[in-house]
């Protein structure tokens, strides 16, 4: 399904929690939505999901817009890290109600899950752990087989081993069914190598939409000595630049195989680095 983000603001009282951002996504292929907290990654996908209206501009999925628009939230499944479900409902009400919701449920992986994640079906969601009730809505997510799945921090309470356990699962479900799946997470080195194209928010703003493949390619830190540096970077697109006694760190958007035969210190920069490079105010 093709997203249409146009000119997207959304205002909270005095707030601009979105910013008159545009971009599109072309499905299928999985996201990774990066921002600090408050960029407004949240509310960006609220509206996606069709649960608050925007301020101002809009969003289209294959031309239409998702607010009040059951036809089309039945393609859209948005877990969030928490309050997704009614705290008096069984753990197998919840499951119901959503397999009547998505046409695309899956009931065969729903059941696999309960039993990967060990749930209790007649458990009610308030007595849940917090590792629980995210594991209620990871099954949720995948077994609704959404053309558009969103997850937002969907594994508070998780353990490491769990966590793993649910980015294979998610990544075998994408390769034998594909789907849009927008993933939005402060985890991101455990779950980088899965983004196949990166969106990064800062202050309500769009700061960078980039493959993937791409960011790891061009993205790089050169070290030398401050002349050295200076000198090699005078004509590339810079980040950011650290120094420290008579030494330089300089983060460069270029060509990293270049970079290697100038005889300086080059070595890759992860995407959770880069977005924390990006979004600090002063180089934002």
């Known amino acids: 399904m093709k997203i249409e983000v146009k000119e997207l603001s959304k205002k909270y009282k005095e707030k601009d929690a979105l910013k008159n951002i545009s971009f599109t996504l072309e499905g299928p292929k999985i996201y990774g939505l990066l921002g600090r907290n408050g960029a407004g990654k949240t509310t960006f996908m609220e509206i996606l999901a069709g649960q608050i209206l925007e301020t101002n501009g809009q969003i289209l999925i294959d031309g239409e817009t998702p607010f009040d628009n059951q036809q089309l939230t039945e393609?859209?499944?948005?877990?969030?890290?928490?309050?997704?479900?009614?705290k008096d409902l069984k753990v197998k009400n919840v499951l119901k109600i959503?397999?009547?919701?998505?046409?695309?449920?899956?009931?065969?992986?729903?059941?696999?899950?309960?039993?990967?994640?060990?749930?209790?079906?007649?458990?009610?969601?308030?007595?849940?752990?917090?590792?629980?009730?995210?594991?209620?809505?990871?099954?949720?997510g995948l077994a609704s087989k959404a053309p558009i799945t969103i997850f937002d921090e969907p594994y508070i309470g998780l353990d490491a081993a769990a966590r793993k356990r649910f980015y294979e699962i998610l990544l075998e479900e994408y390769e034998t069914e594909k789907r849009t799946i927008i993933f939005s997470t402060h985890l991101i080195d455990e779950v980088s190598l899965l983004f196949e194209e990166v969106i990064i928010f800062q202050e309500g703003s769009l700061v960078l939409k980039e493959e993937a493949d791409i960011l790891r390619n061009n993205?790089?830190?050169?070290s030398g000595t401050i002349p050295e540096v200076e000198a090699y970077v005078e004509d590339k697109e810079v980040i950011q630049k650290k120094q420290l006694a008579g030494m330089m760190t300089a983060y460069v958007y270029g060509n990293l195989q270049e970079a290697k035969s100038q005889g300086l210190d080059v070595e890759g920069i992860p995407i959770q680095d880069l977005m924390i490079y990006l979004t600090e105010r002063k180089g934002a």
């Open 98 to 140: 959503y397999s009547y919701f998505y046409p695309t449920w899956d009931e065969k992986l729903a059941d696999e899950l309960i039993q990967e994640y060990n749930l209790n079906l007649n458990a009610k969601v308030k007595t849940l752990s917090k590792g629980m009730e995210s594991a209620l809505g990871i099954i949720v």
């Open 75 to 86: 393609s859209i499944c948005l877990i969030k890290e928490g309050q997704n479900f009614k």
């Open 219 to 222: 993205t790089y830190a050169i």
